[in-house]
């Protein structure tokens, strides 16, 4: 099973700032990577797929970057709505297709 | 407009069985991939399994399998996650979603509002 792991666990910022999270798989997903942001109460939403492919609707300040074991999500500028938690997942090795931990995104 | 929209939540005691449902609309249900996720209070999620309506090709994650059924219904466009016998540790929230990719098992863009399973004597 291919262990996703993201860091940092959480990641204390004000809006406007700039948020880098990263996402480590243990062996290569080639660029069967994809990120979701899940806010309290809510399902989880697909923000980016295909390491760098934004889903419908999802803004431009939201990037994917990588390739191979090492990922980036970049967000250039934070909203107030971007503060969530956001998960990676791979889906290039079965089984299973995982998850990262994820990293919290918080109000500094 | 594709919707996902699950059975509501349930309370059950340990050892009871359990079968919720995840209704989908708006997309050709059987031509894309539609999984389970676990996620336990607090935590993370975990994939458990997915299903190809279409054939009812069915895999699971090695955690969960032989803990769960997964099965669908092409004929009312339902996919259900059902257990036999529940434990304590089975208390979660349960999502499913729809695969973005036609006949492939890729990212989830669309997913239910999940359904809240509480399993206590």
């Known amino acids: 099973e291919i262990v996703m792991t993201q860091s940092p666990a959480a990641l204390s910022l004000s809006a406007g700032d700039r948020a880098t999270l990263s996402c480590r798989a243990s062996q290569s997903v080639s660029s069967n990577l994809a990120w979701y942001q899940q806010k309290p109460g809510q399902a989880p939403r697909l923000l980016i797929y295909a390491v760098s492919t934004r889903a419908t609707g999802i803004p431009a300040r939201f990037s994917g970057s990588g390739s191979g074991t090492e990922f980036t999500l970049t967000i250039s500028s934070l909203q107030s709505e971007d503060f969530a938690v956001y998960y990676c997942?791979?889906?290039?090795?079965?089984?299973?297709?995982?998850f990262g931990q994820g990293t919290k995104v918080e109000v500094k | 407009e594709v919707q996902l929209v699950q059975s509501g939540a349930e309370v059950r005691k340990p050892g009871e069985s359990l079968k919720i449902s995840c209704k989908g609309s708006?997309?050709?249900?059987?031509?894309?991939?539609v999984g389970w996720v676990r996620q336990m209070p607090g935590k993370g999620l975990e994939y458990m399994g997915i299903i190809y309506p279409g054939d009812s090709d069915t895999r699971y994650s090695p955690s969960f399998q032989g803990q769960v059924t997964i099965s669908a219904d092409e004929s009312i466009n339902t996919a259900y996650l059902q257990w036999s016998s529940l434990k304590a540790s089975d208390t979660a929230m349960y999502y499913c979603?729809?695969?973005?990719?036609?006949?492939?098992?890729?990212?989830?863009?669309?997913w239910g509002q999940g359904t809240l399973v509480t399993v206590s004597s």
């Open positions: 997942q791979q889906y290039n090795n079965w089984p299973p297709w995982t």
């Open positions: 979603a729809k695969s973005a990719i036609m006949s492939a098992a890729g990212p989830f863009d669309y």
């Open positions: 708006g997309y050709s249900f059987t031509k894309y991939w």
